[in-house]
Structure formats: C-alpha cells, structure tokens
C-alpha cells in the first residue's frame, strides 16, 4: 500500500466532510440553532436539600468565638428548617473545624466543596485563614463565600467575583476607634496587636483615625506587637505602664486582651480601653471580670439582650439548640449572617445555583434583620454594611452608646 501525502484524504472522509458542510449549509439557510441548555439547580442542591459549608474555630484558642458562633447559625436554620424550610427546601450546614489555622482551613474548603459538594461557604470564621482558601474557593471553584465572620478591605476594595460580606472591615474598626479614642480627648494612645500580619494590618490603621479627628493637636500613637498565644503579660504590662498611654486600643483574641487587662488592673494601672467587634462578646465578661469594665467597642450588631423582636426571636431560638450557650455577640452576629444569606435564596426564582445565588445577593436594598444596620449589595458593593454600633460594657453589661454610625464618623 502506497503512502498518503498529509494534504490526501480518503474517499469516504472527503464525502463525510462535504455531508458535514453541505448540512452546516441547510442549518444555517434554515435559521437552525441549537438548543440552548435549560439552566439547572447547581451542586448541593436538590428538591428537599440546600447544602451550605462553612469552617469554623470549634477546637483552640478562638473556641469561644467560634462555638457560639456555630450555635448561632444552628439556631437560625433549624428554626427556618422547623417552619418548612426555603421553598420546601430544608438547609443543611456543614461545619468544619479549622481550629483558626490557616492550612486546616485550605483542607476543609476542599472537602466541604468536593467531597461534601455544598452551594456555598457561608459565615466562614478567621481572616488568614479564610484568606488562605480563597484561591481555591473564588479563583478555582468559582463558589460564592458569603457574609464571612471575619473582613479585610482588599475582599471588598474592589469587588471580588463572588465574595459578599456584612462584617464591616477591621481596618475601618480600627480607624473608628482612632477617632473615638480622640473625642474621648486621648493624650496618648497605644495599639496593642498580636504580632501577625493579618492585625497589624488593622493596627495601623488606628493613627489615620486618631489624626483625621484631631482638628490640628498632637496626639501620639505608639503600637505594640505582642506574640500570638502569649500566656505571661506582666512584662507586657510593665511595658505599657512605662508608656504611659491614657488610652489603650486591642486587636487580638478574647483571652489576650481580658488577660493582659487584668494584669495592668493588678498593677494598679487604669487606661480608656477599646476594642473592635470581635471584642464584644458575653465571654470577654467571664475572662477579665470587673478588670473589663468600661471597654468600649465598635460592635456591628445590637447587643444580644436587646428588648426587640428580631433579637428576641434569636435567643428564643438558641435556646431551642443550644440551652447552654449564653446569648452572645458572636452568636447573634452569625445569626444575623445566615439569615441574610438565606433571604437571597429565598429570592431565587426558578433554578438555584451559586449564580443565581450571587444575582439575589444583589437584590437586597436596605434589607433590616432587626440586628444589623440595613443591609445592601450592588454590583460595584460588595460589603453590605457601613455602620455600627458603639457599645460599652458597664456593670457587667453591654449597654449601647447610641444610634449606629457611619465609619466615617
């Protein structure tokens, strides 16, 4: 048999081809098309299930965070599942522990998305650490991460694909209490921070507060990087009594700020502190005592024994799930998370699938949950709220300081 030269066909193929062109032809003469997909319900979804994921620090350090806030979000969906669930459809949340570590974190985004097959992550716990699965979650699965326990500016600044949040950025908290700190008529301020990149990001950002309220005084800030998982803060405290700052602003964990506030109260010191919206929690009670008393906070919900039908119906609602769980900030705040979350689904007409979930995202305007400020999301908004609340512990209790505020403010 003779070889073929490349540009040589085959009788049948060459006759095959010019039937391939010539019914190309009578298509297009025709006005044939093919028929378009029909859209369809995406992964997690099925006619009585919505699957949504989410980690969280249930195990560590920042456990008393992180199991009230899964007893929050618990609360919300059974309450939701025992009065029939989203259009019939019953929701079931997915709860890994990522133990607020950043490569734990990576894997249960991956089993949560391919394995466990969810819709969404919705109200995930930690900014490294969610930051750590983003490249993953956003960029390669393309799956929606939603209202985040958690915030930093470049989630938001510009929009990213996929990513909406209502936890105002810490940078902005930060900023907000630079600004309290100076119509408190601070004389000096320090910013203790444990030293990971993810707070420094926020210290740094108290100084621009402090300077655009200053109206021209000098007010100095001094930051203080302080080792993440410290456990002796005497030295630390005899550090910033020899600073002398009148005021005192923390980011860090719960038990960090509550330990080394109580040493500077056993070393007869005293400053104005303040806190950002993590700080703001029952437990920071439990941890410093009488030492905490007087923290003020920029919290980005009501308090949890507000006297309101929304924050009733969530302590009504936790103690169904979880009798023990005293009702808290970081409970609310994630009841609050999931309930937003779960309006967008509930918007969905016809098939449901993470792009249309992201589309009913953007149809909330000014939606009220009764615990945050008014919700929005837009194409170009990404971050659905801009005020909070400033509150200040008093006798033991979480009183508000009035109306919520702009952060600008």
């Known amino acids: 048999m003779s070889a073929r030269t490349p540009t040589t066909l085959p009788r049948r193929a060459a006759l095959a081809g010019l039937a391939a062109l010539s019914l190309a032809a009578i298509g297009l003469a025709t006005g044939l098309t093919a028929t378009p997909a029909k859209a369809q319900d995406g992964p997690g979804v099925t ?29 919300y969906f059974n309450l939701l599942n025992s009065q029939g669930g989203i259009k ?42 969610s930051s750590a699965a983003m490249p993953y979650v956003l960029d390669e699965e393309k799956v929606p991460l939603l209202n985040p326990y958690a915030g930093a500016m470049d989630w938001y600044y510009p929009p990213r694909a996929n990513m909406y949040g209502v936890q105002i950025p810490f940078e902005r908290h930060a900023f907000a209490l630079g600004r309290m700190a100076d119509q408190d008529g601070a004389g000096k301020v320090l910013v203790m921070y444990s030293a990971l990149p993810a707070f420094e990001n926020v210290a740094i950002n ?7 309220g200053a ?83 920029t919290s980005i919900t009501v308090p949890p024994d507000a006297d309101t039908p929304a924050v009733r119906e969530y302590r009504e609602a936790l103690a169904k799930v979880a009798p023990n769980e005293k009702p808290d900030f970081a409970s609310l705040t994630a009841y609050a998370q999931v309930k937003i979350v779960a309006e967008a689904i509930r918007r969905v007409n016809g098939p449901l699938n993470r792009q249309t979930l992201v589309a009913a995202m953007e149809t909330l305007k000014d939606y009220e949950t009764g615990i945050y400020p008014p919700v929005t999301y837009s194409a170009t908004e990404h971050m659905g709220s801009n005020k909070f609340y400033p509150v200040q512990l008093k006798a033991g209790k979480w009183v508000s300081l009035g109306p919520a505020i702009p952060v600008g403010q």
């Not at 249960?108 to 650490?129: C, E, F, H, M, Y």
């Open 47 to 75: 006619a009585t299930e919505i699957k949504l994921g989410a980690w969280m620090p249930l195990t560590g350090p920042v456990a008393i965070i992180g199991v009230p806030q899964r007893a929050g979000s618990d609360a």
């Open 88 to 129: 019939g459809r019953k929701i079931s949340y997915l709860v890994e522990d990522n133990a607020y570590n950043p490569q734990r974190t990576v894997a249960a985004a991956r089993k949560l998305i391919s394995s466990d097959n969810v819709l969404a992550i919705v109200s995930p716990n930690g900014t490294a650490q």
């Open 206 to 212: 108290v100084e621009p507060g402090v300077k655009a």
């Open 215 to 297: 109206a021209g005084k000098s007010i100095p800030v001094e930051l203080l990087p302080v080792k993440f998982g410290t456990q002796d803060f005497a030295p630390i405290a005899l550090d910033i009594i020899k600073r002398k700052p009148t005021s005192i602003i923390y980011f860090a964990v719960l038990s960090e700020i509550a330990n080394l506030i109580k040493e500077l109260k056993k070393q007869g010191f005293s400053a104005q502190n303040y806190s950002y919206g993590p700080t703001a929690q029952m437990t920071l009670i439990d941890l410093g005592g009488d030492a905490v008393d007087g923290i003020k906070v």
